[in-house]
């Protein structure tokens, strides 16, 4: 029982997840969100990522990367399919030496599946207690940036970068 009232009636707040109608939305948003997360991880999984460690999108009719073309050094993007697609194979590893940013995205990607099929199942609202938070984006854009800044610098170490001498 909520709280009442001095006229005596419940002045409860009726949550979402209460109601029939909110629980099918939860219910409906958690199943898109895990076949959506889901579907991309399988996606990535029938990519085969190439040994260089970058490259692996212009499997999908993408075109090879302007920056290393001119630069002979990788941008920060350089990497992150071919990791993913590493990734989604369970090939960790060659993952990580392709960029450490693909690897967080799909343990992500990983993750709301799990939240999104949790929501389909139970109707908890738990994708909904997981907002976005401000700190989300600095850790993405500090994982893009280490990542980046590793595989330059093992690169660098082993002679692949730059790409001509």
């Known amino acids: 029982m909520g709280r009442m009232n001095p006229f005596g009636k419940d002045n409860s707040p009726v949550s979402p997840e209460t109601t029939p109608k909110g629980r099918i939305k939860i219910r409906l948003c958690g199943l898109v969100v895990g076949l959506v997360c889901l579907g ?5 999984a029938t990519l085969s ?30 990497g992150v399919t071919t990791a993913v697609a590493a990734m989604s194979r369970g090939q960790v590893v060659q993952a990580l030496r392709a960029h450490l940013f693909g690897v967080l995205l799909v343990l992500a990607a990983a993750g709301f599946a799990l939240l999104g099929f949790v929501d389909a199942i139970t109707a908890r609202g738990v994708l909904r207690k997981c907002r976005p938070r401000l700190w989300w984006t600095w850790v993405a854009l500090l994982s893009l940036l280490l990542g980046w800044g590793l595989k330059v610098g093992v690169g660098l170490l082993t002679g692949q970068y730059p790409l001509w001498k």
Do not use: K, Q
């Open 40 to 44: 991309a991880i399988v996606v990535a």
């Open 49 to 78: 990522p190439r040994g260089d460690g970058y490259g692996t999108h212009t499997r999908l009719g993408l075109s090879g990367c302007g920056f290393l073309a001119r630069t002979g050094y990788p941008c920060p993007g350089c």
